[in-house]
């Protein structure tokens, strides 16, 4: 068996790019390990001192099986950024304290955590404004939010229909023909029990708002089998009361909040 001699396919190289720099592999690099040495036990190791123990410049080791591989070193000259001028002058100074400068940094740091406070709490006081007011009633809603009538344009015996916020409202002059039989009415007999008393405030007066309790339908006055109001599209009858007594609809026909300020005036709202 034939050996055959390996020292032409085993070889490595070492450059070196002369540059001052300390070699890192001291067996690779012989003519140099005198410059290696302990660094000394007083030097403070910060990240800066640390990255000038780093070798610098171009040095290389090759090492190959008839093929040479390179390894090369990162670049460590890049100087540490000084951000100095960021710093508030009682902070400058490494070796010196803090502590005499802490109550000015804290009113500073205070100033701007109030102002920033303040300045965010008014912001939003505005946008809630602005919020809430966007969806308050428009002027005209609010100028018919309530209705002055004049009872003494309504003949006895008369209904009269005004619009109040977009919806009829019945006034009614009733006679005292029409009150007699009102506070008559048996209230067991009623499907939505309530006397002519509780419906009025003055007896000559009904106040209700013209929309049948079925399915909002407009009621026609002064009709229907009771004298009241009639429902012609589902044939709901109301007394002169607006109590319903006959047909689908399952509430009487709603009394708003009204009052008599002065005598011959009503207001509505």
């Not at 008393?197 to 229907?224: E, F, M, S, Y």
Request: hydrophobic share 40%; charged share 20%; net charge positive.
């Amino acid at each position: 068996m034939m050996s055959v001699p390996k020292s032409p396919l085993l070889y490595a190289a070492t450059q070196v790019v002369a540059n001052a720099a300390k070699p890192t592999i001291p067996k690779a690099v012989a003519t140099h390990a005198e410059k290696l040495a302990v660094a000394p036990s007083k030097l403070v190791l910060t990240s800066y001192s640390m990255s000038k123990l780093l070798p610098t410049g171009a040095d290389r080791v090759s090492f190959s099986i008839n093929s040479p591989s390179q390894v090369r070193f990162a670049h460590t000259d890049v100087q540490i950024p000084d951000f100095s001028y960021y710093r508030k002058e009682g902070t400058k100074d490494s070796n010196a304290s803090s502590e005499p400068s802490l109550s000015g940094r804290r009113t500073f740091t205070y100033l701007i955590a109030g102002g920033g406070s303040v300045t965010a709490a008014y912001a939003a006081k505005c946008l809630v404004n602005e919020f809430v007011s966007s969806m308050s009633a428009t002027a005209d809603v609010l100028a018919m939010a309530k209705i002055e009538i004049k009872l003494a344009d309504i003949p006895e015996g008369k209904n009269v229909t005004f619009k109040w916020r977009g919806k009829p409202l019945f006034v009614r002059h009733r006679t005292a023909e029409e009150i007699d039989t009102e506070t008559k009415v048996n209230i067991g007999e009623l499907r939505h029990q309530e006397t002519d008393a509780q419906r009025v405030k003055d007896p000559k007066w009904l106040v209700i708002l013209g929309i049948c309790t079925h399915l909002g339908c407009v009621p026609l006055a002064n009709a229907g089998d009771f004298g009241g109001y009639y429902c012609p599209c589902h044939g709901s009858h109301y007394d002169a009361s607006g109590r319903i007594r006959k047909g689908p609809a399952p509430l009487n026909l709603e009394v708003p909040d009204y009052e008599f300020p002065e005598e011959g005036i009503l207001v509505v709202g």
